[in-house]
């Protein structure tokens, strides 16, 4: 599966993926880094089958009400250290494989693996 690491998650998370067998791109990997605005990663998620993976819930609008991005992760774990992040997507990261295989919209809090049909 393919994972887009929006700006407003650390670059590092896409290391979690890329071990477990996935890829994924940060958006500092872009041409124009994290200034990128929302269409362009839409864009790239379309062309490249990408997971996109925020915390940003416009892109949580954007698929209610365009029914863009094909996929989303969305975190919506509010402020929280960076490790603490990265030990709860390890924690979750088989569920949320499996629930992204089947879905569309995904939701990561600190408590749950939400599904959004």
Not at 5 to 13: G, H, S, T, V
Not at 40 to 48: F, H, M, Q, V
Not at 59 to 87: V, Y
């Amino acid at each position: 599966m393919n994972f887009l690491i929006d700006a407003n998650l650390p670059r590092r998370i896409t290391r979690i993926f890329q071990e477990r067998g996935h890829s994924a791109v940060h958006t500092l990997d872009l041409p124009e880094g994290n200034a990128t605005a929302d269409i362009a990663l839409l864009e790239y998620s379309e062309r490249n089958n990408c997971v996109i993976t925020t915390k940003d819930s416009d892109f949580s609008t954007s698929f209610w009400l365009q029914n863009r991005p094909q996929k989303l992760l969305l975190i919506s774990t509010g402020n929280i250290r960076n490790l603490e992040l990265e030990t709860l997507l390890i924690a979750n990261f088989d569920q949320l494989i499996s629930a992204l295989t089947e879905n569309r919209y995904v939701e990561l809090t600190r408590e749950h693996v939400i599904v959004h049909a």
